[in-house]
């Protein structure tokens, strides 16, 4: 697991705005704005976020501090997530691999851990698929 794996928004923003760093909170609450909405945060919110606190994510906020930040949206969603959530899903819909097949499965494991590494999960997804076919 690389630092970025586990990096959560409050380090995005605290590594980047506070005493002693490249913005005050006002600062960075200036410079983040919604490329969609124009939406901005309060450097009071910015600082919230800075100190570890809950707060209310929703994609405004998040796409703001990426442009405040100079970082990809992505990079600071996963971070959000992290931080909120703990772990999360992707969407299925967003998933641009290229497969013949329609179904798509989610499996949770240990990082590292290949399908091929996993024969009796991939046993029981085949058992089903004929089960629903009516095979069996």
Do not use: C
């Amino acid at each position: 697991m690389t630092t970025r794996d586990a990096e959560t928004l409050a380090q995005l923003v605290s590594d980047q705005a506070g005493r002693g760093r490249k913005f005050t909170f006002e600062q960075l609450a200036d410079r983040s704005v919604d490329p969609e909405s124009g939406y901005k945060p309060s450097p009071n919110l910015v600082w919230s976020i800075a100190s570890g606190k809950s707060v209310k994510l929703n994609p405004p906020l998040v796409r703001a501090l990426a442009a405040g930040l100079g970082l990809p949206p992505a990079r600071v969603a996963d971070a959000a997530h992290r931080q909120f959530l703990g772990w999360y899903a992707t969407d299925p819909a967003s998933d641009t691999r290229d497969s013949s097949d329609d179904a798509i499965y989610r499996v949770a494991t240990k990082e590292g851990v290949t399908p091929e590494q996993m024969p009796a999960v991939e046993a029981f997804f085949e058992q089903l698929r004929r089960e629903r076919e009516g095979g069996e």
